[in-house]
């Protein structure tokens, strides 16, 4: 098994990955988590900083956590973070010559 990141995924990974496909894939999920954000995340066994990653909508947060860049891409359409913001996230974890293949 492997995520991304390394061959094994964190715990932390795997707990932020189970969130966000619950939180996009159950019928109920979203309203609940629009309602009460805290009460939703209460539910998972996440460290106070995994949930404010997650309710915080971290995206680079996220991203450097291991969590599975599909599973992010769908939490960031599924509460609206816009694309040019998600995606400035993530270009803001680049490092010089990380962009080559871009062009």
Known sequence: ???????????????????????????????????DKAAYLARFNLSPDMAAKISGNDVAGLYEAGVNPYLLRAHCIGVRIPEDVSLAALRSLMKEGDDKWLN
Request: aromatic share 12%; charged share 25%; hydrophobic share 40%.
């Open 1 to 35: 098994m492997s995520n991304w990141r390394l061959m094994m995924p964190t715990t932390e990974a795997y707990l932020l990955d189970k969130v966000l496909y619950e939180l996009h894939h159950k019928p109920d999920d979203l309203a609940a988590y629009n309602q």
